[in-house]
T-cell receptor, first 114, second 110 residues
Framework: DAGVTQSPTHLIKTRGQQVTLRCSPI?????VSWYQQVLGQGPQFIFQ???????GRGNFPDRFSARQFPNYSSELNVNALLLGDSALYLC?????????????FGEGSWLTVV | SQQGEEDPQALSIQEGENATMNCSYK?????LQWYRQNSGRGLVHLIL?????REKHSGRLRVTLDTSKKSSSLLITASRAADTASYFC??????????FGKGITLSVRP
């Protein structure tokens, strides 16, 4: 079975531009979360979606938004990019919205803002 | 903000030795999960331990949880060069989001 898949793997954007990152969860998983990992730090929670509804939001500005589609895939959008948005963006999936399940991560999307 | 604090921040051992990594956290949890990350790649799930469990094993991994001390430890026995990576503990509360520490860099010398 395929794991969590993310695209693109790497991308470079200019300050002020917008970016869309994509994620497909493990088959049968209905919950998707997004995390940002800055170099040298642990991942920071951005959003969680379950059954297409937002279930949680981390301490990120409104420039960050996300959505989940009927097939449970998800997109993370970041507008008006800043240099500080350069990071590894990780998508994670779990079977349900409850906190008792193992959470699986994808390989991430490396975003560089220049 | 990061809840978990791993200790030590970096660990260097010889192949075949055991590696012990510790994690402390601040608030009540539903479960605690350990992950491995190789050089900027994605996180690989190692083990999940629930708040009502005290110890779990998986292959060469042993995880303990002490909720009274709000701490967990990960033991990797008979380490291999391939175990070289960063290790993170992550706590999950009732709201199901994971809160990570800064990670431990493990180097296993051949």
């Amino acid at each position: 079975d395929a794991g969590v898949t993310q695209s693109p793997t790497h991308l470079i954007k200019t300050r002020g531009q917008q970016v869309t990152l994509r994620c497909s969860p493990i088959s049968g998983h209905k919950s998707v979360s997004w995390y940002q990992q800055v170099l040298g730090q642990g991942p920071q929670f951005i959003f969680q979606y379950y059954e297409k509804e937002e279930r949680g939001r981390g301490n990120f500005p409104d420039r960050f938004s996300a959505r989940q589609f009927p097939n449970y895939s998800s997109e993370l959008n970041v507008n008006a990019l800043l240099l500080g948005d350069s990071a590894l963006y990780l998508c994670a999936s779990r079977q349900s919205g409850s906190s008792g399940n193992t959470i699986y991560f994808g390989e991430g999307s490396w975003l560089t803002v220049v | 903000s990061q809840q978990g604090e791993e200790d030590p921040q970096a660990l260097s051992i010889q192949e075949g030795e055991n590696a012990t990594m510790n994690c402390s956290y601040k608030t009540s949890i539903n479960n605690l999960q350990w992950y491995r990350q190789n050089s900027g790649r994605g996180l690989v799930h190692l083990i999940l331990i629930r708040s009502n469990e005290r110890e779990k094993h998986s292959g060469r991994l042993r995880v303990t949880l002490d909720t009274s001390k709000k701490s967990s430890s990960l033991l990797i026995t008979a380490s291999r060069a391939a175990d070289t990576a960063s290790y993170f503990c992550a706590t999950a509360g009732a709201n199901s989001k994971l809160t990570f520490g800064k990670g431990i860099t493990l180097s296993v010398r051949p």
